[in-house]
């Protein structure tokens, strides 16, 4: 079957760094997602994720091994804006996105 | 309008009766879903379009159906709704399917509920 794993929850500090791992067993891969969603809103895209390493965007960057069927999210400078949860999402060989159940970030001034 | 919009925002109803959901896009993107978002589940795919005239079944699409009748819109009708249905609906749409950088934009969600 396929599956994506990723904490249910977690909590950081403000200005703080954290790192949200995501664990993925799927048919066929086409690269991995990372999506915020705010609490009663919609998931909005952070980032993808096809080829191995690091992609850096501002304040948070997405790292990606395929081997290892592994991703995680780092955010840098925690601000209180970030709270909210994260989605981790592959997109198997249909071309359609299994997703996780999302982590709950929970930042503490 | 700018993106996806979906209505109604919130729908309280009573099992057995018939609800469509609507949803509508202005970005001309061929690729509509519909997915449903329940508490310590991931999002779950129930149908999907690929483009006007063609739809698909995702991961749960029973006791759902849809339509496709044009570009924009992408309605999900409940036939007969039970209380498994209640979740949180988002419409999403995307350029296409079959190109992964294609983003997958979202509507700001229907809630329904089923008594």
């Known amino acids: 079957g396929q599956n994506i794993d990723q904490p249910t929850e977690m909590t950081a500090t403000e200005g703080a760094i954290v790192q949200i791992n995501c664990t993925y067993q799927?048919?066929?891969?086409?690269?991995l997602f990372w999506y915020q969603q705010h609490a009663g809103e919609a998931p909005t895209f952070l980032s993808y994720n096809v080829l191995d390493g690091l992609e850096e965007k501002g304040r948070f960057s997405s790292f990606l091994s395929r081997s290892k069927g592994y991703s995680y999210l780092l955010l840098k400078e925690l601000q209180m804006k970030d709270s909210a949860s994260y989605l981790c999402a592959v997109m198997d060989s249909n071309y359609q996105l299994i997703w996780g159940a999302g982590t709950k970030l929970i930042i503490k001034p | 309008i700018a993106g996806i919009t979906q209505a109604p925002t919130s729908q309280i109803l009573a099992a057995g009766r018939r609800m469509t959901l609507r949803c509508t896009q202005d970005?001309?993107?061929?690729?509509m879903y519909w997915y449903r978002q329940d508490l310590g589940l991931g999002l779950r795919l129930i149908h999907y379009?690929?483009?006007?005239?063609?739809?698909g079944k995702g991961e749960v699409p029973d006791g759902y159906s849809v339509s496709r009748a044009n570009t924009d819109d992408f309605p999900l009708t409940l036939a007969s709704a039970v209380p498994s249905q209640t979740s949180v609906y988002f419409c999403?749409?995307?350029?296409?399917?079959?190109?992964?950088?294609?983003?997958?934009?979202f509507g700001p969600g229907t809630r329904l509920t089923v008594l």
């Open positions: 799927t048919s066929g891969f086409n690269g």
């Open positions: 970005m001309r993107h061929n690729a």
């Open positions: 379009s690929n483009t006007a005239g063609t739809t």
């Open positions: 999403a749409s995307s350029a296409s399917t079959s190109d992964p950088t294609d983003t997958q934009y």
